[in-house]
């Protein structure tokens, strides 16, 4: 028995089963790439989930970490620390957001914001969250409650009260499910998990229009579209409008776990003092590392980037889509989070895929999802997009 071997059944054996993880032991990463044990290199473009959106081992994050973990790893959030203070700073002269709450994780700053929507419904008497269907918010109680994909609250009942789902892009529906009650309409406007579904402008107009209308919050969540993947830096900017609070993680800490809410000004002074608060949440080192993020997309341009290289993958996948019309259905998506939406089951693709050396993630069956890191070239997109083509000839 191999120690490859021996890894895989002790995972087996000691976790809970959760993960059923792919057949793969990586031992480093290096810019779009990972290699595994055996050697073999894997054009990435899976991406850590949104994670790693400047790729493995950058060089800037790694220092900030290394400078940041010379100083302090932990203090607490009863101290002031310059690492979130910077962030924050940043965020904020990025997003013209008022307020931020650091938290750890996506589900964790979608808990967060809902008790800032909770609280500032009861000084202006609502109640009602609306989420839409096939949403994905993470794996916490509340989070699931606004999730709708049966596949993650199946077995979890019972839910926080006082939420409905909606039809994604149903303006009728959204229509008659607004009233004076609703608190807030959460959603991605542009699904993740769900299978890179876009909200249509309709939509996005018809929420406008409520909300000036019923004066309900309209809270994004952009853990996974947001920090410039769609090649703006938050996906709702696509449809020209602006929400009351927004969600982030996955990619903001350059691979260490951080998430945040934000706040426009109609909900900045619904916490007050203890009314809210983490132990981890905001770490210094994660935080270091997010400010290189930052520094590192808006100084080398990365939003400009993801969306030229995205318009060109996009444009690639649309001429696949051209070549295998009974096999593509539809090609979505903005910059470095697209789908190609098959007839067909996508697992044995991303398998073939992932022998051929690519890695790729199928979510809701039969969409491919591309979540590549900013710094893909045309030369990594061609060479998929001729590995794609073959894997479909042969099909
Ligand atoms: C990943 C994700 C979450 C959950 O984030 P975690 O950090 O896994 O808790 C929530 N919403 C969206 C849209 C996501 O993609």
Redesign the pocket.
Known sequence: MNSNENLFQKEEKFFFRTYKRLPLDIERGEGCYLFARDGKRYLDFFGG??VNALGYNHPRINKAIQDQLQKYIHLSNFYVQEPQVRVAEQLIAITGFNRIFFS???????EGALKLARKWGKKNGKTHLIGLSN??????MG?LSL?ERQKYREGYEPFLPDISHVKYNDVQELRSAVNEQTLGVVL?FI???GGIYVVSPAFAAALMELRDRFGFLIVA?????GIGRTGKFFGFEHFGMKPDIV?I??AIGGGL?L?AFMGNDRVADVFTYGTHGTTFGGNPVACAAALAVLEEIVEKNFMKKAEEIGEYLKGQFGSLQRAFPALVKEVRGFGCMLGIELTREGQPIVDELQNRGFLVNCTNTNVLRFLPPYIVTREHCDSLVQELREIFGGL
């Open positions: 989930l949104a750890n994780s996506g589900t964790e700053a979608i949403s994905f918010h993470g794996r916490t989070a999730t991605e699904q993740g998990e969540d952009e853990i996974q579209s969600v993680a996955k776990p998430g």
